[in-house]
């Protein structure tokens, strides 16, 4: 029962991810395999404002900002120019790609290569149906419940919600209906640039300890995830994210903790091979 | 000489080896467009293959200290042949996810967790290969006889090191300049369409990525020869996009820019950060060196996409000295030079090889019951229509009635969703598209759907059917082979160009073309891939009417001499002219069908055109 409260952490914060990924493919066809990189950047900078003394729960606002305006500079300064150019998809991937390295070394060259952790308490430990969860690991699932809320509130009842889901639908005929589709895809990385930030900072927080290269192999995970749900999906990422969250802290119990990522490995790689579009979609028109 | 020699020596063997590996990259990426994300693991697993095959069993020896399997204690070259078939080898399950019609970028993420995969696993399952801490003290070859330490031992090696390079290199190219490199690269341009033309997509992904591979994996085993280790560090995911850095700063699909490359690359960098004195935390230079690889390829994808040695252009129609016209983008001067071309005189019956005329208006392609639905929406539903041997039918509908969906289930690039469609007799409903254009049915696209890198003429000539050098092992047997039989296909592919009145863009790239230039290459494209039944979406938009009206001529005359053709056209002018019977299509159902005549006195048809 305790690994499923520990897969019930990792998979709120691996929901929050995936969302904010799995968004950015929608409206712009990118993945950004960059979003590692952002994740950790936005850890860190958590983590200095939590150095001058700041709790973490308000200095996660700064990497909340750090990372919605880097997705917002990386998609305005850099693939969107690509993209104009007409150029094959995997072109702006291998950027992506690039920009991973230069995000992920380029922080690890300013702060070195050291673990740092957060000055926060675990706070008390909480038997919840079975489980033990610390104070902290409550708010993390407190304000992942939130966010995931708020998303949803956001694509279902809101003008900007529906016109997300209409560019990611459709870009031309968004366009043609009088949506704005540019300032659509801007906000888009802002909210989801916005996501990163946090997940970063909770994922950070959730680690304990942490360094400039942790985040490099989280894009597998979150790749399993959105590819599990239907690449594009929110909902999907949801699912895909409960779903590989419990499903490797759970095998962890069972086998070598080593290898709990397989599982993730194997569903990404049956998914590509069997249904790229998703568990419950089907391939779309065009 | 003493220590400079030796370090001339190490440069000679880590040159050799990044060439290889790049000239790998290159045929399977610049070539090909098979992005493996996941390259590094066929470089490794030779490597490991190499070591286990030329080590002692593990309990034998070395106190035991190290776990691996096999330990065959082969001698030189057959751990280096083992290499090169393990890396081979490793390319065949990657097929189930390059082979199909997988998105490109989908394909290469799965490599690259693939790649990340493996080294978790080999880093973790410890009685393979040793774990984290990686295989040591592999022999190297020769030296029971020749002290390896020695500086002509190290130069020897470097020496058949280059020899291999150079062996890689003579390969790659004949592969890459033959036929076959043609349809490779018509695949990396637009695999949808290539598919269309006959080409076998998972056949050809599946023969260059095991030659990559076995390259890949022969580079692994020189360098473990050389270093006498191998550990799991050596070869994490991020090593590939050092060397895909490598080639797209050189040159990706020019195999001389893969070379310049892999010693700007990671012989550069290694080398030149060898001097750089320590500052800062110890991984700031290792930090900085990563930074600037991504940098690298960012500007160069930015700056110069095409790397310092671009891919050559093939002058193929033998006018080296004519400078390549400036490709017009005007419509009005290239409909201006169109007329001028002589397709009334063109006799596509020999050019096409076409044969004795059978015209005998039997059903040669019919559907029955034939739907598809994206989604839950249905697009087309329960179309059952015969088309006759020997014909030009038409179809015509107003927008979204579903012609060109239908066109395309015909020719096999969509799947039905229901239903069945029969070709001469055969029921080809579950046959790939690219064996249907095989049996001679070939369809073209109402987008643009050149292949941009590939000249005028290579277009042409890549559609030609059967080919000798349009084999992977036709490919090998090189130029004496396929170059008589090449010269003539080109011949045939001229003047068919020259009937057109684009024989000045010969030489030309085709995505340089203006939109109506490029509809007549498609159109010529699929009249040389030697159709039985010829599919055509569109093919008059945006060609001068005068043109079209001598095409139509000329359709006319093929289906004369036996050749059946199926053509969506908005134009009802051209229907009215040529098309006999046409089909009207609305709401992705038959509405009605007979000659133009006949459709024009139905009610519900007029209605339904001018209501769409």
Not at chain 1, 29 to 47: Q, R
Not at chain 2, 192 to 209: C, H, N, P, Y
Not at chain 2, 393 to 417: D, E, H, R, V, Y
Not at chain 2, 574 to 586: G, S
Request: hydrophobic share 50%.
């Amino acid at each position: 029962m305790s690994s499923f409260g520990f897969g019930l952490i990792t998979a709120a914060v691996l929901a929050i991810a995936t969302v904010g990924f799995t968004m950015q493919f929608a409206v712009t066809n990118v993945l950004n395999l960059a979003y590692g990189s952002i994740m950790i950047n936005s850890a860190f900078v958590t983590y200095y404002v939590n150095q001058h003394g700041v709790t973490p729960w308000v200095a996660l606002i700064g990497g909340v900002a750090t990372g919605a305006i880097a997705s917002w500079l990386l998609n305005r300064f850099v693939y969107t120019p690509f993209q104009r150019r007409n150029l094959a998809p995997i072109t702006v991937v291998i950027v992506s790609l690039g920009i991973d390295l230069m995000g992920t070394f380029g922080l690890q060259a300013i702060v070195g290569g050291g673990y740092v952790s957060f000055s926060q308490s675990q706070g008390h430990e909480y038997h919840i149906l079975g489980m033990f969860l610390s104070g902290l690991q409550l708010i993390i699932l407190g304000i992942c419940a939130v966010v995931l809320v708020g998303i949803h509130w956001l694509l279902r009842y809101t003008r900007l919600g529906k016109a997300m889901r209409a560019t990611s639908a459709n870009k031309n005929l968004a366009r043609n209906s009088g949506i704005k589709t540019q300032f659509i895809i801007s906000t888009t990385w802002l909210i989801s640039g916005a996501l990163c930030g946090l997940a970063g900072t909770v994922f950070a927080m959730n680690a304990g300890v942490f360094e400039a290269t942790s985040a490099q192999l989280y894009i597998v995970l979150l790749l399993s995830a959105m590819f599990l749900g239907g690449p594009g999906e929110p909902y999907g990422a949801m699912f895909g994210a409960l779903t590989i969250g419990l499903s490797t802290e759970i095998s962890a119990a069972y086998i070598n903790p080593q290898y709990k990522e397989v599982i993730a490995f194997v569903v990404l790689l049956g998914m590509l091979t069997f249904r790229p579009f998703g568990i419950f979609g089907s391939e779309k028109t065009n | 000489m003493g220590a400079y020699g030796f370090y001339i020596a190490i440069v000679l063997v880590y040159a050799a080896v990044d060439a290889m590996a790049c000239l790998g990259l290159s045929i399977e990426f610049g070539v090909a467009g098979i992005s493996n994300f996941g390259f590094i693991i066929f470089q490794s697993i030779g490597a490991y293959a190499a070591a286990v095959l030329s080590m002692p069993p593990a309990s034998s020896s070395n106190g035991g200290f190290q776990k691996y399997v096999l330990g065959w204690h082969l001698p030189w070259p057959f751990p280096w042949i083992g290499a090169a078939i393990a890396g081979g080898l490793l390319a065949i399950p990657f097929v189930f996810i390059v082979g199909k019609r997988l998105r490109g970028d989908f394909a290469a993420v799965g490599l690259l967790v693939s790649a990340v995969l493996l080294n978790l696993l080999v880093t973790n399952y410890v009685p393979l290969l040793n774990g984290d801490a990686g295989i040591s003290l592999v022999p190297a070859p020769f030296q029971s006889y020749w002290n390896p330490q020695s500086l002509g031992y190290q130069f020897a090696y470097g020496g058949v090191s280059l020899l291999l390079a150079a062996l890689v290199y003579f390969v790659v190219n004949r592969v890459t300049e033959s036929p076959y490199g043609r349809s490779l690269r018509a695949m990396r341009d637009n695999d949808i369409v290539a598919d269309s033309l006959g080409k076998d997509l998972r056949m050809q992904r599946t023969s260059i990525l095991i030659l990559g591979g076995a390259i890949a994996g022969l580079s692994g085993a020189i360098l473990v020869g050389f270093i006498t280790l191998w550990a799991p560090g050596a070869w994490g995911y991020a090593e590939t996009i050092v060397l895909f850095a490598a080639i797209i700063i050189g040159g990706a699909g020019n195999h001389k820019g893969a070379i310049l490359g892999a010693i700007l690359v990671p012989v550069g960098f290694e080398e030149i950060t060898r001097y750089l004195p320590p500052v800062g935390n110890p991984e700031l230079i290792p930090a900085l060196q990563w930074v600037a690889i991504g940098l690298l390829i960012v500007l160069f994808l930015w700056f110069r996409p095409d790397g310092i040695l671009p891919e050559k252009r093939r002058i193929l129609s033998g006018n080296k000295n004519a400078p390549p016209p400036a490709p017009t983008k005007a419509d009005d001067e290239s409909d201006a030079l169109i007329k001028i071309g002589n397709i009334d005189e063109l006799n596509f019956r020999e050019l096409l090889r076409l044969g004795e005329p059978v015209n005998d208006h039997r059903v040669i392609l019919s559907t029955k019951g034939l739907t598809k639905s994206f989604n839950g929406v249905t697009v087309v539903s329960d179309v059952s229509i015969d088309i006759l041997q020997g014909r030009l039918t038409g179809m015509i509908g107003p927008n979204g009635a579903g012609k060109s969906t239908t066109l395309a289930m015909l020719a096999g690039t969509l799947p039905s969703s229901g239903g069945q469609i029969f070709y001469e007799g055969n029921d080809i409903t579950s046959l790939s598209s690219h064996k249907r254009a095989q049996a001679g049915l070939v369809r073209t696209f109402q987008l643009a759907s050149e292949f941009k890198k590939l000249t005028v003429l290579e277009n042409l000539v890549c559609a030609i059917p059967g080919q000798s050098g349009d084999t992977f092992f036709g490919s090998l047997r090189g130029k004496r082979m396929w170059g008589a039989e090449d010269r003539e296909n080109i011949e045939r592919a001229k003047e068919v160009l020259s009937g057109f009145g684009l024989s000045q863009y010969a030489d030309a790239y085709a995505g340089g073309l203006s939109g109506g230039q490029r509809r007549l290459v498609e159109i010529m494209r699929a009249l040389l891939a030697q159709p039985k039944v010829l599919l055509l979406d569109e093919p008059m938009a945006g060609v001068h009417p005068n043109l079209a009206h001598k095409i139509g001529n000329q359709l006319t005359k093929l289906c004369e001499g036996g050749m059946t053709i199926v053509m969506v056209e908005h134009e009802l002018s051209i229907m009215d002219a040529f098309c006999d019977p046409v089909i009207v299509l609305a709401e992705g159902q038959v509405l009605a069908q007979g000659t133009m005549a006949e459709l024009r006195q139905k009610e519900e048809v007029v209605e339904a055109y001018l209501v769409g």
